[in-house]
């Protein structure tokens, strides 16, 4: 029997990396985790159309015994039904009571709060998450998903990235227009992840925006080579309409690259940071912001990587490790081997 059994809902690949990488922190503080992937059946898929339903699906779909000397699960949707015999946690990216309002979160607000109050520790990976905690009891420890130290190459050929795979989400026409005002040399480079040419055009053309000059499409790359990347741009540029942790910026602070961005809501935990940095490159006036980051020089953006180096010292996996093994295995009654 593993010490802790890891319920993963695992929908997008964020979560599929937040999970695996939580499953690591555990295992390196000496304990043994095992991960349970939830199946969502087809015709469960079929009945994600509305938020409501879609949170019922997936608590639904979660809802099954585990072997394990405590249970951890990774959202909150994932524990919402849930009635174990072991001592549990909840890891999660935000709550209900902050990412549900109106009438379709409001059965997820009322429920979340059972299962929140009898776990034995609350993980939120963020500081909006921790900010959001509906109840009062269990005691409550912010664990980010690691950031790792990313190289910088030899030389940054990339003027500007963004990652656009869910083009609606990260608002890919607001990074083109933004660009397109923002460039003003005609060989520089912006390169877009996530989402191939074919595709990113439909969006913009779906959104009335044409293709600016100096784009190019990377597609969809594994994370390696899509790091290598990150680690030649000197600009990073974020618009998304909504971010729960939002790694891919952080990857980039991480990398040695200035952060334009506009002030994302949600538990977006690169804008405190971004704003420590420089406040002046998070504006809702995204080309601007995008302007000034491109004008700045490389002196300025070496001092404003080691100061981002600094802030990102909580992140790194040595310190996630050692809050693991400190508080929350003891927490969870299991004693590091």
């Known amino acids: 029997m ?13 979560l599929v990396r937040s999970d695996e990488t939580f499953a690591g922190l555990v295992r390196r503080a000496g304990a043994s985790c095992e991960l349970h992937r939830v199946e969502i059946g087809p015709l469960a898929r ?6 409501a339903v879609t949170d019922l699906v997936e608590a639904l779909s979660a809802r099954t015994a585990v072997a394990g000397r ?10 919402l039904l849930q009635r174990p015999e072991q001592p549990y946690a909840i890891r999660f990216d935000a709550t209900a009571s902050v990412n549900r309002p109106g009438l379709s979160g409001a059965w997820q607000r009322a429920a979340e709060r059972r299962p929140l109050r009898g776990a034995r520790i609350l993980l939120p990976v963020s500081r909006g998450a921790e900010a959001g905690v509906p109840v009062t009891g269990p005691p409550v420890v912010r664990l980010p998903i690691p950031v790792e130290e990313i190289p910088a190459a030899p030389e940054r050929d990339i003027d500007a990235m963004a990652y656009a795979g869910y083009p609606r ?15 003003e040399q005609t060989d520089r480079r912006f390169v877009i992840g996530g989402l191939d040419r074919e595709k990113g055009l439909r969006w913009l053309r779906r ?13 969809d790359l594994p994370r390696e080579e899509w790091l290598r990347l990150v680690g030649r741009a000197r600009v990073y540029v974020n618009a998304s309409r909504w971010e729960d942790f939002g790694l891919g910026p952080l990857e980039a602070l ?38 000034t980051a491109l004008g700045i020089g490389e002196r300025e953006r070496q001092e404003y990587a080691e100061r981002a180096r600094e802030l990102l010292a ?13 508080t929350v295995l003891p927490a969870l009654g299991i004693g590091a081997t």
């Open 2 to 14: 593993p010490d802790i059994a890891l319920v993963s809902l695992g929908t997008t690949p964020g």
């Open 46 to 51: 079929r009945l994600r159309r509305q938020i």
């Open 70 to 79: 405590a249970v951890v699960y990774s959202t909150i949707t994932a524990a």
């Open 169 to 183: 989400k990260r608002r890919l026409e607001i990074l083109c227009r933004a660009w397109a005002a923002a460039n």
């Open 207 to 219: 959104k009335g925006v044409a293709e600016p000059a100096g784009v190019e499409w990377a597609g």
């Open 254 to 291: 991480s990398a040695g690259a200035v952060l334009a961005t506009v002030p994302t809501p949600g538990s977006f935990e690169a804008l405190p940071l971004a704003r420590q940095l420089a406040p002046e490159l998070v504006s809702d006036d995204l080309a601007a912001a995008l302007r």
């Open 314 to 326: 909580p992140y790194r996996e040595e310190r996630l490790v050692a809050a693991v093994r400190d």
